[in-house]
């Protein structure tokens, strides 16, 4: 079953390290203890936005149809992508 190996694989890498923290603990003060300075990039607006972009980005061959150049294919991947998440989230909240 692919969908059980899948998630047996997510499960077994959290309590991987959990085991590697027992096996070998810290002794000394870890690097990133007290204050660590982290950038976030805010490139997105909301999670919709990101999958949209995410599935733009993740099509590898956008030169295989003769029909409209690779910029506007790519933006209608987008565009497409936020359509049916919004549609699938409106008709989430119609369910609840």
Sequence with gaps: DPVALLTTSVMAAPCGL???KILMPETGRPATAGAVATAVRRDHVNVIDAAAAG????????????????DYRRAMVSVFTRRALDGALARAGQDS
């Design 18 to 20: 959990y085991l590697s």
């Design 55 to 70: 599935a733009a980005d993740g099509i590898d061959d956008f030169n295989s149809d003769i029909h409209g150049s690779a």
